[in-house]
């Protein structure tokens, strides 16, 4: 992040909206928008949105499957076979 050019006012959002949605489309770099020099909001590319929402899916399945083994809820792949066959099958 580059501080001088990623956090901008917002009146700077105000007045330049399409060239902060064309800078985050090119760079894809978030800008942070300030409010009386308070981060308030972020602007990013949708690509980039939806890489971070997948990332944090992501981490959420691999902390659900921590919990699940810390707490032996698991089964062994034949048993998990076995009842997919049977849903299926059956």
């Known amino acids: 992040m580059l501080l001088s050019e990623d956090v901008k006012p ?6 330049k909206t399409a060239d902060i949605i064309k800078t985050v489309n090119e760079t894809k770099r978030t800008i942070i928008i300030t409010q009386n020099g308070e981060a308030k909001a972020v602007v ?16 959420k399945m691999i902390v659900q499957s921590q919990n699940d083994l810390e707490n032996d809820n698991c089964i062994s792949q034949d048993e998990m076979f076995k009842r997919l066959e049977k849903k299926l099958f059956d």
Do not use: G, V
């Not at 917002?10 to 007045?15: Q, S």
């Not at 990013?44 to 981490?59: A, D, F, G, P, V």
């Open 10 to 15: 917002i009146r700077y959002l105000k007045t």
């Open 44 to 59: 990013q590319n949708i690509e980039t949105y939806e890489n971070l929402q997948k990332s944090l899916n992501m981490l």
